[in-house]
């Protein structure tokens, strides 16, 4: 049976999504965009104040299980939630997709771990004021398409971690992309631990800020400024044994795959609602402006742009609805489909944005307008957790 119907539930929680993202994310969204310090940006109220009230709605915990103290919401209601929230401002929405990956990861992979569920999982969920932010760490400055790199035994994470007597100590520095790097409490740290084994000799550490974690300056960047990335460092960074919640081992192709369908899914979505904005915007323009005495949307080439993207955001919303389904009917997903609805959306959230700012002719590179900020916005969706190319070749070998 194939249904499109939404249950009540679903679109309630929708209209709540929509609601916010239009009074708070997009206003915030757009003054982040324009300060000129990102450091700046991320220490301000504005910042502060939408990310609070995002976690007061539990925007935060959608995918945590209800018995660690999340919402438990399937992968589809969530998806309607992020194509709202990134239609409202997408760097604000990739924020807060990346700010639960620790405390998901570890609910999802060491539930038997009581302690640390009670110790990150169930206080992130509480947290009403954004207090707990968390960011995943496995790109480096030597590491990066590397990342999915198996098979070479010579690459390896340079972040080490080395068995002491009451645990593991990391030593290493990942990239200034770590989205929320700055300002996260919590680190998902993937970390060499057998070099004879390349990436597959890495584990995944769970590293608290405090412990020897250094964050780095905000990285100042043409797009997604309303999202933080930035450099972490670790020296000396000190963890219990139980906090290497994936030890390395030949599991990792399978683990991280697992991990990048749920990221690709959340990628996906960020660029449906990116795109789906400036539509509406280009849309509702065009039906304004007069030009040759009518509205430019009555010009052919005008309105053949407007269909070409319409039919891109259905298109990736079905992609994007079956991917996420998949994931919740079989629990692991299937890579290529995710790997099909991200490279699609993001690759069409890129040309069709370009497009609608043609519609709007010169008002189009102008900030009056939000459409040259969805321009720049979306480059950084075609490159963020993989690239559209690495993607694409792990959905080919997969056919
Ligand atoms: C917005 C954003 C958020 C991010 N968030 C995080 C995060 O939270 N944590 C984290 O660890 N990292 C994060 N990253 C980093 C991201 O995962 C890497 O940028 C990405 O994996 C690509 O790595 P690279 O930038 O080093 O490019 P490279 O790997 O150097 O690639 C450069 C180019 O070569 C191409 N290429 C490389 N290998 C191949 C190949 N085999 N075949 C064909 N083409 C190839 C790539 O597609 C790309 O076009 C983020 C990046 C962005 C942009």
């Not at 044994?241 to 919640?245: A, L, N, Q, R, V």
């Given at each position: 049976m194939v249904d499109f119907d939404l249950s009540e539930d679903q679109l309630t929680i929708r209209d709540t999504a929509a609601r916010f993202a239009r009074d708070v994310v997009r206003p915030a969204e757009i003054a982040l965009d324009r300060m000129a310090d990102p450091d700046q940006a991320f220490r301000s109220d504005v910042f502060r104040d939408a990310m609070r009230q995002a976690y007061e709605l539990g925007f935060h915990k959608m995918g945590i299980k209800e018995e660690h103290g999340g919402l438990g919401l399937d992968p589809v209601t969530r998806g309607l939630v992020w194509e709202e929230l990134a239609a409202g401002g997408v760097g604000i929405a990739a924020g807060l997709l990346a700010a639960s990956v620790a405390p998901a990861f570890l609910s999802v992979l060491a539930p038997h771990k009581t302690d640390l569920i009670d110790a990150y999982v169930r206080p992130f969920c509480e947290d009403v004021e954004a207090r707990h932010i968390s960011a995943w760490g496995s790109s480096e400055p030597g590491i990066g398409s590397d990342g999915s790199n198996y098979f070479d035994p010579e690459v390896h994470h340079e972040t080490a971690a080395a068995k002491a007597a009451d645990g593991y100590v990391l030593q290493g520095a990942k990239s200034s992309f770590v989205s929320n790097g700055g300002i996260a409490d919590l680190y998902l740290v993937f970390a060499c631990v057998d070099r004879t084994k390349g990436i597959c000799g890495s584990g995944v550490f769970l590293v608290p800020y405090g412990r020897g974690v250094t964050r780095g300056k905000a990285l100042d960047k043409v797009g997604l400024r309303a999202l933080n990335q930035a450099e972490v460092a670790f020296e000396d960074a000190r963890v219990p044994?139980?906090?290497?919640?994936m030890p390395p081992g030949d599991h990792y192709p399978m683990i991280h795959n697992a991990i990048k369908t749920v990221g690709n899914i959340g990628v996906g979505y960020l660029a449906l609602g990116l795109l789906r904005a400036a539509y509406e915007e280009a849309l509702s323009y065009a039906k304004e402006r007069v030009q040759f005495g009518r509205p430019i949307a009555q010009h052919q080439a005008v309105a053949f742009r407007l269909f070409e993207a319409f039919q891109a955001i259905e298109a990736a919303r079905g992609l994007l609805w079956k991917a996420s389904w998949t994931l919740g009917a079989t629990g692991l997903g299937d890579l290529k489909i995710a790997a099909a609805a991200r490279v699609f959306a993001t690759n069409m959230a890129m040309k069709h944005s370009v497009e609608m700012v043609q519609i709007l002719g010169g008002y189009g590179v102008s900030?009056?307008?939000a459409l040259e900020k969805h321009m720049r916005d979306a480059k950084l969706l075609q490159i963020m957790d993989a690239t559209n190319e690495i993607m694409t070749i792990k959905g080919a070998a997969l056919l």
């Open positions: 044994e139980d906090y290497m919640i900030k009056e307008y």
